[in-house]
């Protein structure tokens, strides 16, 4: 039973005594008569007849304490939880580290969140994973409630002058066929390749890193009618991540590059290839002689600061250097599509699709996306879907090329022959045909004409 003790003379001299589920005796300090330790102390013990009592010492705890805990024992993939800790090292613990998880209230995290220097979808994603580890907390029993579940973060002040307001991030963005071409022109055969894919299929730029040589132009073959629609496809089915490694406490170990599987069930898919593009792959995948079809000149896996070098130049120009002891000479590049990134390369593959009408289901599936809603369980591509879509694509492609005048890519792929036998295979119409395409649909006629 509970009871309370007086300890000193000060203005709170009383303690609560009771006992724990364990047996041992409890103290709480802090009291000003006697009566109110012992309601205390009895308010205690009946919760732990209930079974709700939570250790007031586990309350206390440390927010930067527990969190440690929670990455510690419950690790994501490679780049989630390195994103995670990029977040709690910038924004959380210098704010929070400290305080008792009891002492944490949604007025003050609503306050602070305003005031983070990020963007509004950042703090968003910063005020997500408190939420994330105060939930966990609950569930260790450090905590009865989880202050943050279920709260809308209050927006930026809509007074804020717009005159020095960032503009829109150039990743934010689609880039017309013309630009995505002719950067891949500038990047050459393997590098272009990769540009022109994630522009046209929106793979991203783990999972184009991860493509080996056997998940390359495999043929999906479905019923259609009479007769059976097939058609060439990369298939996803992995991705290499790029994250700062970290022990259990935080500590950087150094940038690490790993191989995983995708993140989600849905990103597990078959990417359909517009015909130009599929022709493209065979050429790389003849000439190409490593495994990592997407990979460095030496079959290594790129790292982003040095794809980043490749693609700076080649999409926002560059100026001409002159030759001297030790550096070669190199001609003046005008910008194509400054601020073009792997990940605006992929907001545009998803733009063309809605662009020439791309269907829900087929559209979901391609970027590899859940479809929200009861549609996403009742509606799926058909091969029709799919031959419109590969139509619609092949059309952009071929627009795009007649506008800038050109019939090859690199100087040395001929678009309607094969460098290798060109008399054994036909013009780009019937070739359409043996993929599994129908020569007479839209945006198939006389395709060797539109060069």
Not at 154 to 174: F, I, K, W, Y
């Amino acid at each position: 039973m509970a009871y309370a003790e007086k300890r000193g003379t000060g203005k709170r001299p009383w303690r609560a005594r009771y006992r724990k589920p364990d047996g041992t005796l409890a103290s709480e300090p802090g009291f000003r008569t006697k009566v109110d330790a012992e309601d205390y102390g009895e308010d205690q013990e009946a919760e732990i007849r209930a079974g709700t009592w939570i250790d007031p010492d586990l309350m206390r705890v440390h927010f930067g304490l527990f969190a440690r805990k929670f990455m510690a024992e419950r690790p994501k993939r490679g780049r989630t939880n390195g994103t995670r800790w990029d977040r709690l090292d910038a924004y959380i613990l210098p704010k929070w580290e400290y305080t008792p998880l009891i002492g944490i209230s949604w007025f003050d995290v609503d306050s602070w969140q305003m005031t983070l220097p990020c963007e509004d979808v950042t703090k968003g994603h910063v005020v997500s994973l408190m939420s994330t580890i105060l939930t966990a907390a609950v569930d260790a029993r450090h905590l009865k409630v989880n202050p943050l579940y279920g709260r809308r973060r209050t927006g930026a002040v809509g007074s804020t002058p717009t005159v020095g307001m960032p503009r829109e991030s150039d990743e934010d963005r689609a880039h017309a066929p013309e630009d995505v071409i002719r950067v891949a022109d500038r990047l050459g055969p393997a590098k272009g390749l990769h540009v022109l894919t994630t522009g046209f299929t929106g793979i991203n730029w783990g999972e184009g890193l991860g493509l080996q040589r056997a998940n390359c132009l495999l043929t999906r073959r479905q019923r259609w009618g009479s007769t059976w629609f097939e058609c060439p496809v990369l298939r996803v089915v992995q991705e290499v991540a790029e994250y700062e490694e970290r022990d259990a406490d935080g500590k950087k170990l150094g940038t690490v590059q790993k191989l995983e599987p995708v993140k989600t069930k849905y990103r597990v898919r078959d990417l359909d290839l517009p015909p130009f593009l599929a022709r493209l792959w065979r050429y790389h995948m003849e000439d190409w002689p490593y495994d990592w079809m997407l990979a460095t000149p030496s079959g290594t896996w790129w790292r982003r600061p040095n794809w980043g070098k490749q693609m700076r130049p080649a999409s926002d120009g560059r100026r001409a250097r002159e030759r001297r002891q030790g550096v070669s000479e190199r001609g003046a590049w005008e910008p194509i599509a400054p601020g073009m990134t792997m990940r605006s390369l992929r907001h545009t593959a998803d733009s063309y699709q809605d662009q020439i009408g791309v269907r829900a289901s087929l559209a979901f599936e391609q970027a590899g996306h859940k479809r929200p809603g009861i549609k996403g369980v009742y509606q799926h591509p058909t091969p029709e879907m799919r031959q419109e879509r590969l139509d619609g694509l092949e059309e952009l492609f071929w627009e795009a090329m007649r506008s800038l005048g050109w019939s090859t890519l690199w100087g040395r792929v001929d678009l309607v022959k094969h460098p290798k036998d060109q008399t054994a295979l036909p013009n780009s119409s019937q070739l359409i045909l043996l993929e599994g395409g129908n020569g007479n649909r839209r945006g198939y006629r006389n395709r060797s004409e539109a060069v």
